[in-house]
């Protein structure tokens, strides 16, 4: 019997706060990798509550390497969260996808190297599929919420993931192209990865601010330029979220990858789990170490 379904979303640059809200409360959470990028913000509209956290916290004040993204899965998990809905600022690969588009990511490639990319890194060994790293469900419901409002959209997409901070070289940013990826952005890997192993069900959108390097006439990107562009998506985003809200529950995830994905993925013998690692994991594999 699938848990009762709980919305987090993640938000990206330009996507601080959330307007339009009621009851909402920021919350303090303590996780074992940390403290999370900023508090929770707990909100509700009608019936529905939901958490958002604002992955560079407010004021942008985190870089990307440094995002404690392990904390911020495990935080949103330990306040019930099923389903992440991840908003972030990307740049574009492809000529069609103009600044101020959004693309619903269904791939990544993850080139980022100086990250933690796992819960399981010490002593309890677990490898997950990531195949299909996000729901189609929730892509599906992401969809249907931009067609209604009516904003210009992707259905499917590649994500490279850069470390950053510095934007990419030509050199690189063609290298991309070449390989078939359409946006590319500095933060989804290994929000994905951790959401996957807290088998939490995860869907990217992505908001196009300015093309690549690799355009012509946009040989240089300029960070006063992409804000410009942030602050219309959003408003944008801000108005999706809310529609994706009222309806995510209507689209089916019970065939879902992330559903129950640690079954089959610790490798670890169970007489070689100490108690405190088991502890430290409770909350991300607590269903699955707990059984005897």
């Not at 956290?53 to 004021?59: E, N, V």
């Not at 990307?90 to 103009?98: A, D, I």
């Not at 990419?168 to 959401?195: C, F, H, Q």
């Amino acid at each position: 019997m699938m848990k009762k379904r709980k919305l987090g979303i993640i938000g990206g640059s330009g996507l601080y706060k959330m307007e339009g809200f009621e009851k909402t409360k920021w919350k303090k959470i303590n996780t074992p990798w940390g403290k999370p990028s900023d508090e929770i913000l707990l909100a509700s509209i009608g019936k529905e509550e939901i958490c958002f956290i604002p992955r560079h916290s407010r004021g942008h004040k985190i870089n990307p390497t440094n995002i404690n993204f392990r904390a911020n899965i495990d935080a949103m998990k330990q306040l019930g969260v099923t389903d992440i809905i991840s908003v972030s600022a990307v740049g574009s690969l492809k000529e069609n996808l103009e600044p101020g588009k959004f693309v619903i990511v269904d791939q990544f490639i993850d080139r980022t190297f100086s990250r933690v990319k796992t819960f399981f890194n010490e002593e309890i060994v677990a490898h997950v599929s990531m195949a299909k790293p996000t729901s189609s469900g929730l892509s599906n419901c992401c969809t249907a919420a931009l067609k209604k409002l009516n904003i210009s959209h992707q259905v499917g997409g590649t994500y490279i993931v850069m470390e950053g901070p510095q934007f990419s070289t030509l050199a690189e940013s063609k290298l991309y192209r070449s390989w078939g990826a359409d946006v590319i952005g500095m933060t989804n890997m290994p929000e994905a990865k951790l959401a996957r192993e807290a088998e939490i069900r995860y869907s990217t959108v992505a908001m196009v601010t300015d093309y690549d390097c690799w355009h012509p006439d946009h040989d240089e990107v300029d960070v006063s330029m992409v804000v410009q562009t942030l602050m219309k998506n959003a408003a944008n985003a801000q108005n999706m979220i809310k529609e994706i809200i009222k309806t995510f529950r209507n689209y089916s995830v019970e065939k879902d990858p992330a559903n129950d994905c640690l079954n089959v993925a610790i490798i670890t013998d169970p007489n070689f789990r100490t108690k405190k690692t088991i502890k430290k994991l409770k909350t991300i594999a607590g269903r699955v170490l707990s059984k005897k």
